[in-house]
């Protein structure tokens, strides 16, 4: 319930654009990665994006309202419920399948993502906070470009 | 859109270089034809049709004069095929390929379709002696080389293929291979000139500085662009962009128009390399001009992304490369990759990134390539914008027919500049694509 109550409140800052808040459902440091499952499955490290820090989020959000340049868009995430995997380190962990409709300003609206995100969540403190959150994509191809956090 | 005349066209230059290679396929005499009806300005290379960019008969033209005509076309890294028996798909253009490493160690790349009734042979990496098609169960060695039709002899005296049927010297469409610095391409044409001569001296030592030694396969990803392939190869060589359009770039001093740096041209105009270093920054260039890239209260909160290593040893921060007609490389920082450019359908291309790092790196430079992945990427904060702007570009098309785009930054020629605000890597692009269309 916990897991699955953080997972709507931060689906719901992303799609509501309110990505100020978006660094907020991390621990610090943390790890926050977007990787394809095909790397993930050959062990290869690199995704599209990755973050070890707050700071580092805040500075994707920071480029996005200021420096970026990309089609006006926002996303509608439709979580699954969580599944609550073994718990390691103190931490939580879950895995939540998830999709995300990509709606651009002309109305264009298609599915831009499909994935699971497997977390690590700290739940030692007054609120329920993200420790790890891997993004793992399962469609190989990004249409266009990736700009706003999944 | 297809014109009728489009198939004629095509075929005709197939088969007029398939009579050339000694093939079957035309009798009588090798007929190259010209006649695409397309108009070029005046203005020559400053100026560019849009047409080019939306018109079917010219794609098609594209796959057999360019594609499957004399260029080099990047086919993997060498180290994606690293034991003998390796093979995995990939593409020249929009025709699928297969390329393999055969049991005695030598390369090969022949197309992914099926000799019997052209299905796809091909869809993932593989490891084995031979690829067998799914449909029928026909089989190939890794050279291509057509070893077993599955009941040639019938069952029980009943079927089977015509007794003068021979599975002999029937053969996969085959490429010509050549590898430079773990750089696998390959051509259809015979004519194609030798690998590191099609490359030039300056973009063969511009390879070698960075794939300088052994290299790691650090992942790979898609991007998918609503755009013609060119409008994709044109902001790539299109070296005036940078700062204006990147404003992250710009923000945080990783290229500006006002560094040392420069554009390299090769000779044919067909290849080309950017680069800038870091040093020797001057603000007042931009103070004039007032450009909207200048955001000076803006800061990273967390610069490790930007704590790399001069690797190189040259102070050279980025480093773009191209090699007609769609092979890419860069190293922006300690970000190095190659990517594909494939043409899928007139108005939609495939990217495919290959990131890679060195087989020696520590756990340090691991980190610093992971975070600098940050920057160079469908997602990067110094490449999503073309992405976005491609699409711009196709988008206009409809009303562009019969118009023409103007490229005249940096003069009307081809050759290689020691500024960065030039169009001439553009020029030399089209330079090379209409000596080969013949438009
Ligand atoms: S199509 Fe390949 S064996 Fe029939
Ligand atoms: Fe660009």
């Given at each position: 319930?916990?897991?699955?109550?953080?997972?709507?409140?931060?689906?719901?800052?992303?799609?509501?654009?309110?990505?100020?808040?978006?660094?907020?459902?991390?621990?610090?440091?943390?790890?926050?990665?977007?990787?394809?499952?095909?790397?993930?499955?050959?062990?290869?490290?690199?995704?599209?994006?990755?973050?070890?820090?707050?700071?580092?989020?805040?500075?994707?959000?920071?480029?996005?309202?200021?420096?970026?340049?990309?089609?006006?868009?926002?996303?509608?995430?439709?979580?699954?419920?969580?599944?609550?995997?073994?718990?390691?380190?103190?931490?939580?962990?879950?895995?939540?399948?998830?999709?995300?409709?990509?709606?651009?300003?002309?109305?264009?609206?298609?599915?831009?993502?499909?994935?699971?995100?497997?977390?690590?969540?700290?739940?030692?403190?007054?609120?329920?906070?993200?420790?790890?959150?891997?993004?793992?994509?399962?469609?190989?191809?990004?249409?266009?470009?990736?700009?706003?956090?999944? | 859109?297809?014109?009728?005349?489009?198939?004629?066209?095509?075929?005709a230059d197939?088969d007029a270089a398939a009579a050339l290679?000694g093939g079957?396929k035309l009798v009588g005499r090798p007929r190259l034809r010209?006649?695409?009806?397309?108009?070029?300005?005046?203005?020559?290379?400053?100026?560019?049709?849009?047409?080019?960019?939306?018109?079917?008969?010219?794609?098609?033209?594209?796959?057999?004069?360019?594609?499957?005509?004399?260029?080099?076309?990047?086919?993997?890294?060498?180290?994606?095929?690293?034991?003998?028996?390796?093979?995995?798909?990939?593409?020249?253009?929009?025709?699928?390929?297969?390329?393999?490493?055969?049991?005695?160690?030598?390369?090969?790349?022949?197309?992914?379709?099926?000799?019997?009734?052209?299905?796809?042979?091909?869809?993932?990496?593989?490891?084995?002696?031979?690829?067998?098609?799914?449909?029928?169960?026909?089989?190939?060695?890794?050279?291509?080389?057509?070893?077993?039709?599955?009941?040639?002899?019938?069952?029980?005296?009943?079927?089977?293929?015509?007794?003068?049927?021979?599975?002999?010297?029937?053969?996969?469409?085959?490429?010509?291979?050549?590898?430079?610095?773990?750089?696998?391409?390959?051509?259809?044409?015979?004519?194609?000139?030798?690998?590191?001569?099609?490359?030039?001296?300056?973009?063969?030592?511009?390879?070698?500085?960075?794939?300088?030694?052994?290299?790691?396969?650090?992942?790979?990803?898609?991007?998918?662009?609503?755009?013609?392939?060119?409008?994709?190869?044109?902001?790539?060589?299109?070296?005036?962009?940078?700062?204006?359009?990147?404003?992250?770039?710009?923000?945080?001093?990783?290229?500006?128009?006002?560094?040392?740096?420069?554009?390299?041209?090769?000779?044919?105009?067909?290849?080309?390399?950017?680069?800038?270093?870091?040093?020797?920054?001057?603000?007042?260039?931009?103070?004039?001009?007032?450009?909207?890239?200048?955001?000076?209260?803006?800061?990273?909160?967390?610069?490790?992304?930007?704590?790399?290593?001069?690797?190189?040893?040259?102070?050279?921060?980025?480093?773009?490369?191209?090699?007609?007609?769609?092979?890419?490389?860069?190293?922006?920082?300690?970000?190095?990759?190659?990517?594909?450019?494939?043409?899928?359908?007139?108005?939609?291309?495939?990217?495919?990134?290959?990131?890679?790092?060195?087989?020696?790196?520590?756990?340090?430079?691991?980190?610093?390539?992971?975070?600098?992945?940050?920057?160079?990427?469908?997602?990067?904060?110094?490449?999503?914008?073309?992405?976005?702007?491609?699409?711009?570009?196709?988008?206009?098309?409809?009303?562009?027919?019969?118009?023409?785009?103007?490229?005249?930054?940096?003069?009307?020629?081809?050759?290689?500049?020691?500024?960065?605000?030039?169009?001439?890597?553009?020029?030399?692009?089209?330079?090379?694509?209409?000596?080969?269309?013949?438009?």
């Amino acid at each position: 319930m916990v897991v699955d109550n953080l997972q709507a409140r931060y689906v719901a800052a992303i799609d509501n654009d309110r990505l100020e808040d978006w660094p907020g459902f991390f621990t610090d440091p943390c790890r926050y990665e977007i990787i394809s499952a095909e790397n993930v499955e050959q062990n290869l490290p690199l995704g599209v994006f990755f973050a070890d820090s707050r700071a580092m989020l805040a500075d994707r959000v920071a480029s996005l309202r200021r420096a970026n340049i990309y089609e006006a868009q926002r996303y509608r995430h439709i979580v699954s419920p969580a599944l609550v995997l073994p718990p390691a380190d103190n931490l939580t962990r879950a895995q939540t399948n998830f999709l995300v409709v990509r709606i651009m300003l002309d109305g264009d609206m298609r599915l831009f993502m499909s994935g699971r995100y497997l977390d690590a969540i700290d739940l030692s403190g007054p609120t329920a906070l993200f420790a790890e959150k891997r993004v793992i994509f399962d469609n190989r191809r990004i249409d266009t470009l990736l700009a706003l956090p999944i | 859109m297809m014109r009728p005349c489009v198939f004629a066209d095509v075929r005709a230059d197939r088969d007029a270089a398939a009579a050339l290679r000694g093939g079957d396929k035309l009798v009588g005499r090798p007929r190259l034809r010209n006649d695409i009806d397309l108009v070029w300005p005046k203005e020559g290379l400053r100026r560019i049709p849009y047409e080019v960019y939306a018109r079917e008969d010219i794609y098609a033209r594209e796959r057999a004069r360019i594609f499957e005509g004399p260029t080099w076309n990047f086919l993997c890294l060498e180290i994606e095929l690293p034991n003998p028996g390796a093979y995995r798909a990939t593409f020249v253009g929009d025709v699928p390929v297969i390329v393999a490493r055969h049991g005695d160690g030598t390369l090969h790349a022949f197309e992914n379709r099926c000799l019997h009734r052209g299905a796809m042979l091909c869809l993932k990496p593989g490891t084995g002696k031979e690829i067998s098609c799914v449909y029928h169960n026909w089989t190939y060695d890794l050279t291509g080389r057509l070893t077993g039709v599955a009941f040639q002899k019938g069952v029980n005296g009943k079927g089977g293929m015509p007794p003068e049927f021979s599975t002999a010297g029937r053969h996969l469409r085959q490429l010509r291979v050549a590898t430079f610095a773990g750089l696998v391409f390959g051509t259809f044409a015979d004519d194609t000139p030798a690998l590191e001569t099609y490359l030039g001296p300056e973009i063969a030592a511009r390879i070698r500085r960075v794939m300088a030694k052994p290299i790691r396969p650090m992942g790979s990803v898609s991007q998918y662009l609503h755009s013609n392939w060119k409008v994709y190869a044109d902001n790539l060589r299109d070296s005036y962009h940078a700062s204006l359009l990147h404003l992250f770039f710009t923000t945080f001093k990783l290229n500006r128009l006002s560094m040392q740096g420069g554009i390299i041209v090769s000779e044919n105009g067909a290849n080309h390399v950017s680069y800038s270093k870091m040093a020797s920054d001057r603000d007042d260039d931009y103070d004039a001009a007032k450009l909207r890239a200048k955001q000076d209260n803006f800061g990273l909160s967390d610069r490790t992304m930007l704590q790399g290593r001069d690797e190189f040893g040259d102070g050279i921060t980025l480093q773009i490369l191209t090699v007609f007609p769609g092979f890419i490389m860069h190293q922006i920082q300690n970000s190095l990759a190659v990517r594909q450019i494939l043409p899928k359908r007139v108005d939609e291309t495939e990217l495919n990134w290959t990131y890679f790092g060195f087989a020696d790196d520590d756990d340090a430079m691991r980190t610093i390539r992971l975070k600098q992945t940050n920057l160079v990427g469908p997602g990067g904060y110094i490449s999503m914008e073309d992405g976005a702007v491609v699409n711009f570009v196709q988008r206009t098309l409809p009303g562009g027919i019969g118009d023409a785009s103007i490229v005249e930054m940096g003069g009307a020629g081809t050759s290689s500049q020691d500024t960065r605000v030039t169009e001439s890597a553009v020029r030399g692009f089209w330079h090379a694509y209409r000596e080969r269309m013949g438009v």
